[in-house]
Nanobody, 120 residues
Framework: QLQASGGGLVQAGGSLRLSCAASRRTFNNYYMGWFRRSPGKEHEFVAAIRGSGGSSYYADSVKGRLTISRDNAKNTVTLQMNSLKPEDTAVYYC???????????????WGQGTQVTVSS
């Protein structure tokens, strides 16, 4: 029910825009967010936004570089990624429907993941 897109290969300092489209249901009540997973690491919280599209939250490692937004009319959430670093390289997953923005285990719905690779 979540389809992520927009990953790719970019040089350090570049930008990418990830999108996550929800189908068959809306997720306006709880958080939608992005997590990432690098080889050998656990899922890491990246960013999340409340159902109303108001408050947003970020991991310290991405603050000031990544921006999350959502369009409830289109049922999409977007992650604008600027000033990318090699350590941002990971598979990025969008997630929906959690009462807690950074709790990986509380999200009920997940997209398939999209690869982001940042070269140095």
């Amino acid at each position: 029910q979540l389809q992520a897109s927009g990953g790719g290969l970019v040089q350090a300092g570049g930008s990418l825009r990830l999108s996550c489209a929800a189908s068959r249901r809306t997720f306006n009540n709880y958080y939608m967010g992005w997590f990432r997973r690098s080889p050998g690491k656990e899922h890491e919280f990246v960013a999340a936004i409340r159902g109303s599209g108001g408050s947003s939250y970020y991991a310290d490692s991405v603050k000031g570089r990544l921006t999350i937004s959502r369009d409830n009319a289109k049922n999409t959430v977007t992650l604008q990624m600027n000033s990318l670093k090699p350590e941002d390289t990971a598979v990025y997953y969008c997630a929906a429907d959690s009462p807690l923005y950074s709790d990986y285990g509380r999200y009920k719905f997940w997209g398939q993941g999209t690869q982001v690779t940042v070269s140095s």
